[in-house]
Structure formats: structure tokens, C-alpha cells
């Protein structure tokens, strides 16, 4: 009997907790981590916000801004960009690793980066042709997906 009463509260206690994960709520820019702004102000400077909101999973917080132009920006908790998709239009060449730019300029012609996703392993990269490049943390390529 203990231990189902033991089990129970935990399972409790993981169901309330649950309830807590996904919570986004809006916010603005100027609540943006400083580092966060700071790259807005100089990657997307005549960009205007749709809106931005505060995502918050357990313990991780992250931050998404979205510009009018459908353009995206995720942002970790300490203000450093993880994502960055411009759907549409090219993500400004000094967001771009040297090494990832060369390989897209010399291998795909007159194909931009649309879209970075950056980890702790590798960067992804979308290309205007609808391939997605994925190189490791030396730039070296590790995969192509169409």
C-alpha cells in the first residue's frame, strides 16, 4: 500500500509539473536578453516584429522573435541566436560561418541560406534549392538531405 501511494504522489507531482512545460507567453523585444537585442538591432535593423514570446520547457527557456516578413529568430536563455530562418530571403552573410559560406558558394551556384540551426554538435543549413546541408562543429559536411 506504501508503495502505491508513494507512486501515486509521484506521478502526481510529474502530472503537475507536466502542466507547467509549454508555457509561452509574449513578450517584447526590450525584454529580450541584451545579446539577443543587440543581434536584432545589427542582423535586422529595418526588420519589424510580428511578435515575440518567451518559451519556457522544465528548466529551459528559450525566446522566438518573428518579424513581419515571416522571417524567425530563436534565441537560448543567454541571448546567443540558435536558429535563424528568412523563409524567404537570405540570412545575412555574417551570421554565416566562413567555411559553411564558402562550401554553399563554391558547390551550389546561385543558391542562398534561407535558414541555421546551430547545436552543440552541428550546424544545419537550408539552402534556396531545398536541400539542407548539416556539417559538424569543423565545418566539415556530414550530411545532404533533399
Do not use: H
Not at 501511494?5 to 509521484?10: D, F, H
Not at 509539473?17 to 537585442?37: C, E, M, W, Y
Not at 535593423?45 to 518567451?54: H, L, Q, R, S
Not at 562550401?103 to 540551426?117: F, G, S, T
Amino acid at each position: 500500500m506504501k508503495k502505491f501511494a508513494v507512486l501515486t504522489a509521484a506521478l502526481l507531482f510529474l502530472f503537475s509539473f507536466s502542466g507547467r512545460a509549454d508555457n509561452d507567453r509574449p513578450i517584447t523585444v526590450d525584454q529580450l536578453p541584451q545579446k539577443s537585442q543587440k543581434f536584432i538591432e545589427q542582423y535586422f535593423p529595418k526588420a519589424k516584429v510580428a511578435y515575440a514570446k518567451e518559451e519556457r520547457e522544465f528548466l529551459d527557456i528559450r525566446y522566438e522573435v518573428v518579424f513581419a516578413n515571416s522571417a524567425k529568430i530563436e534565441f537560448l536563455k543567454d541571448g546567443e541566436w540558435k536558429e535563424v530562418d528568412c523563409k524567404y530571403s537570405a540570412v545575412p552573410a555574417a551570421i554565416v560561418p566562413v567555411k559553411i559560406a564558402e562550401y554553399v558558394a563554391k558547390n551550389y551556384e546561385d543558391v542562398q541560406i534561407v535558414k541555421i540551426d546551430r547545436s552543440k554538435r552541428e550546424y544545419e543549413v537550408d539552402l534556396s534549392n531545398g536541400l539542407e546541408l548539416t556539417f559538424d562543429t569543423k565545418f566539415n559536411l556530414i550530411d545532404i538531405d533533399d
